[in-house]
């Protein structure tokens, strides 16, 4: 059917206009090769990318600032449509859910925060959320909103981040690198869930 619009900010194509996406965008030829490999694993996916002024009304509603090197790759590609639970083969550093990595179903979605905890991870912790454990707090994942140049995701659990507020520690000391890039944690993702369908990687 080729590319549509969706939301009135949001564009959405095939796996094929994806890789063109990527493939006539700015990006460095390690992010572009990140995306292709997320795309190739699932070529029967729809794949979206973010508008300018989707990811602005996302900084309004939420009130911080996207680093400059998310808005570049979102508007070159930022997920799927319908967004998909993923399982990922590991992380690219070790974290204290890296045993379990394998088994822990994410949702993932931009901003995704339920009401209340964005007090405690962008204002406390400085973390914006990406995505987390689904059903649980137990892991959550997140990019660093006070150093711009700082192109990590960050994975950590709500009760460790809570502890370390409460006993007055910095809350960064209970929040692990754990992909080295947002392209780097698609390249990672070996298996998706769109309701009860499970898409495994080629």
């Known amino acids: 059917m080729?590319?549509?619009?969706?939301?009135?900010?949001?564009?959405?194509?095939?796996?094929?206009?994806?890789?063109?996406?990527?493939?006539?965008?700015?990006?460095?030829p390690h992010h572009k090769q990140n995306l292709l490999?997320?795309?190739?694993?699932?070529?029967?996916?729809?794949?979206?990318k973010d508008s300018e002024q989707f990811?602005?009304?996302?900084e309004i509603k939420d009130g911080l600032k996207l680093p400059p090197w998310m808005r570049?790759?979102?508007?070159?590609?930022?997920?799927?449509?319908?967004?998909?639970c993923v399982r990922f083969d590991d992380y690219d550093f070790f974290t204290p859910r890296s045993d379990d990595v394998e088994d822990i179903w994410y949702m993932m979605d931009l901003g995704y925060m339920r009401e209340g905890q964005r007090?405690?991870?962008?204002?406390?912790?400085?973390?914006?959320?990406?995505?987390?454990?689904?059903?649980s707090d137990l892991s959550?994942?997140?990019?660093n909103t006070i150093s711009p140049q700082d192109e990590k995701i960050y994975e950590f659990?709500?009760?460790?981040?809570?502890?370390?507020i409460l006993d007055g520690n910095p809350a960064e000391d209970?929040?692990?690198?754990a992909f080295e890039s947002y392209s780097s944690m698609l390249s990672h993702i070996t298996e998706g869930r769109i309701g009860d369908t499970i898409i495994s990687a080629q």
């Open 2 to 28: 080729g590319m549509f619009e969706f939301d009135s900010s949001r564009t959405s194509g095939t796996a094929t206009e994806a890789a063109e996406w990527v493939n006539t965008s700015p990006l460095s």
């Open 55 to 58: 990811l602005q009304d996302l």
């Open 140 to 143: 959550y994942l997140g990019i």
């Open 72 to 84: 570049k790759i979102r508007k070159t590609l930022s997920f799927t449509y319908p967004p998909m």
């Open 157 to 164: 659990a709500s009760e460790d981040v809570i502890d370390k």
């Open 174 to 177: 209970s929040i692990y690198p």
């Open 37 to 48: 490999q997320f795309v190739n694993k699932f070529p029967s996916l729809t794949f979206t």
């Open 119 to 135: 007090t405690l991870f962008v204002e406390k912790a400085h973390h914006y959320l990406l995505g987390g454990w689904e059903d």
